[in-house]
């Protein structure tokens, strides 16, 4: 939907770049979210929790450097099972930015 423009905005959460293993070389999943990310048309903000032990904390922040109008908001004290408590505040406070209107 985002790459085609059929959204107003995308949020991803704990976004990982494909799957991964410590010590692995290469992504293990057949979705990789890097080549996807660059495609989107529309604003991406991307939350992670700042504490998360599953997704590394770097791969938030690349999804996030390739997306269009991108953000990268970690989540302080967040672990990998964010609550929607703390994704509510960041992710309102992004789209309130995209139309002040």
């Known amino acids: 939907m985002a790459a085609a423009g059929r959204a107003k905005?995308?949020?991803l959460q704990s976004r990982y770049t494909?799957?991964?293993r410590r010590g692995a070389s290469r992504s293990l999943d057949?979705?990789?979210?890097?080549?996807l990310a660059p495609r989107s048309h529309v604003p991406v903000l991307v939350t992670m929790?700042?504490?998360d032990?599953?997704?590394p904390y770097d791969m938030g922040e690349t999804?996030?450097?390739l997306?269009?109008?991108a953000a990268f908001v970690p989540i302080l004290g967040g672990t990998h099972e964010l609550t929607q408590g703390q994704v509510l505040a960041p992710a309102q406070a992004w789209l309130?930015?995209?139309d002040p209107g």
């Open 9 to 11: 905005a995308l949020i």
């Open 18 to 20: 494909g799957t991964w």
């Open 30 to 35: 057949r979705f990789d979210t890097l080549p």
């Open 49 to 51: 929790g700042a504490e």
């Open 53 to 55: 032990e599953t997704i």
């Open 63 to 65: 999804v996030a450097a």
């Open 67 to 69: 997306g269009h109008k």
């Open 96 to 98: 309130a930015r995209l």
